[in-house]
C-alpha cells in the first residue's frame, strides 16, 4: 500500500535530494504550475481531463468513474513502464489529493512500485508558498547588479550563479527579460510558477553571507515581486556595470537574437514608438524593416533606454559601486573581486 505524506515531509525528502516528485495531472495543468522539479506522468492527457469532467457535470459521477477506468486500463501497461524507469523513491501528486494520485499510487503499489502521495495535492502546496512568502523575511544583505540596458546584468548573475555564487536570477524565474522587449523568444511565467521557483530560491540562501539580484522593477512581465524583495534591492549595495556602447549592442543580439523574432519585434516596437522622438523612430522601424538590427539596438539605447534609465536612476539614492569594464568576462572578475573584499572584512 502507498503512504501519505505531508507538504512538510515532502519538502524535507526533495531538500534533500532523496525524492522524485511526479505530476500526475494533465499536461496543462503541470504547463500552469507544478512543484519545482516535477516530472509530469499524467494519468489523463487534457482532451480526457476535459471528457470526464464533462461527464462528471453533467451526467454522474458514476459515469465520469466508469470512463475514467476505461481510459486508464488502456495504458497501464505503458504508464507503469515510465515509473519503473525512474530511479529512487517517488512521490506522485495530483490536484487536491484525490483520485488520480489515490488510482496511481494504488497501481503502483499492486505493481511493486512503492511510491509516496502528497497528502492535499498540488493545491497544499500552493497554500505552503504563499503562506511562506507572506512569512518570509530575506535575512542576507542584496547586492544589487544595476546597469543600462545590455550591460549584460542577468549573463553576469548566471555565470556567478554557476559558479556558486548565492544568486536570486529573478528574470529566469519570471522568463522574461524585464523590459518591452523582454518576452521576445521566451516563455514568461505566471505568478504561481514565479512564486514557486522564487520561495524554493529563497529558502536555499536563507544562510548565505550575502545575495546578489538584478535591479529590476518591481514588475517583471507577469509577475510582481513580492514587497519585502522590493525593500531588500532598494537598500542593497549597488554594483552599477559600466560597458561601451558597442559592447552593449553586442550582447543584446547575442541574446536577443532578433533575426529569429522578427515579427516579435515589430509588435513589441510599436508599443513604445509613440514615446520616441518621430524622426528617430521612423529610422528604427525602417532599420527593423530592412533587418538591420544593430542600428535598431543602437537608436534604441541612445534614445530611448538610456534616457529613461537615467531619469529612473534620478528618483531615488543608493549606495553604488560603478564597474568599469569593457566586457562582461571582465565585469565579472571585478565584482568577485568586490565580494572577496567583503568578505575579508566580515
Known amino acids: 500500500m502507498f503512504q501519505d505524506i505531508s507538504i ?5 525528502l526533495k531538500a534533500s535530494k532523496e525524492l522524485v516528485t511526479i505530476d500526475v495531472r494533465s499536461p496543462a495543468e503541470y504547463a500552469d504550475a507544478t512543484i519545482p522539479g516535477s516530472l509530469n506522468l499524467p494519468l489523463f492527457d487534457d482532451a480526457e481531463r476535459a471528457e470526464i469532467g464533462t461527464l ?69 502546496y500552493r497554500k505552503w508558498v504563499v503562506e511562506t512568502l507572506e512569512q518570509l523575511t530575506l535575512r542576507p544583505p542584496a547586492f544589487v547588479i544595476a546597469g543600462n540596458t545590455g550591460s549584460g546584468k542577468t549573463a553576469i548573475l548566471r555565470q556567478l550563479q554557476a559558479e556558486g555564487y548565492p544568486v536570486v536570477d529573478l528574470e529566469g524565474m519570471a522568463g522574461h527579460r524585464g523590459s518591452i522587449f523582454g518576452q521576445v523568444g521566451l516563455r514568461a511565467n505566471n505568478q504561481k510558477t514565479f512564486d514557486a521557483l522564487l520561495v524554493t530560491r529563497l529558502l536555499q540562501l536563507e544562510h548565505a553571507p550575502y545575495v546578489l539580484l538584478e535591479g529590476e522593477s518591481k514588475r517583471i512581465g507577469k509577475v510582481v515581486l513580492p514587497a519585502f524583495l522590493v525593500d531588500k534591492k532598494e537598500a542593497g549595495t549597488q554594483l552599477f556595470i559600466e560597458l561601451p556602447l558597442e559592447e552593449r549592442v553586442r550582447h543584446i543580439m547575442d541574446d536577443y537574437r532578433p533575426w529569429d523574432h522578427k515579427q516579435e519585434l515589430q509588435l513589441a516596437f510599436q508599443r513604445i ?52 569594464a569593457q566586457t562582461i568576462d571582465e565585469a565579472v572578475c571585478q565584482i568577485k573581486e568586490q565580494l572577496a573584499a567583503v568578505a575579508a572584512r566580515n
Request: glycine share 6%.
Open 8 to 12: 512538510d515531509e515532502l519538502l524535507a
Open 56 to 124: 462528471y457535470k453533467q451526467v454522474s459521477v458514476q459515469a465520469a468513474k466508469d470512463r475514467g477506468l476505461e481510459l486508464v486500463s488502456a495504458k497501464l501497461p505503458a504508464f507503469v513502464k515510465a515509473f519503473e524507469q525512474i530511479r529512487g523513491p517517488k512521490a506522485v501528486f495530483c490536484w487536491r489529493g484525490g483520485m488520480r494520485s489515490k488510482t496511481t499510487a494504488t497501481v503502483l503499489a499492486l505493481m511493486g512500485i512503492r511510491v509516496y502521495r502528497l497528502a492535499g495535492g498540488f493545491r497544499t
Open 273 to 324: 514608438k509613440g514615446r520616441i522622438h518621430t524622426p528617430i523612430a521612423k529610422d528604427i522601424d525602417i532599420s527593423l524593416t530592412d533587418e538591420r538590427f544593430e542600428d535598431a539596438v543602437r537608436l534604441l539605447l541612445k534614445h530611448y533606454y538610456d534616457p529613461r534609465y537615467e531619469h529612473a536612476l534620478q528618483q531615488y539614492e543608493q549606495d553604488k559601486t560603478v564597474i568599469r
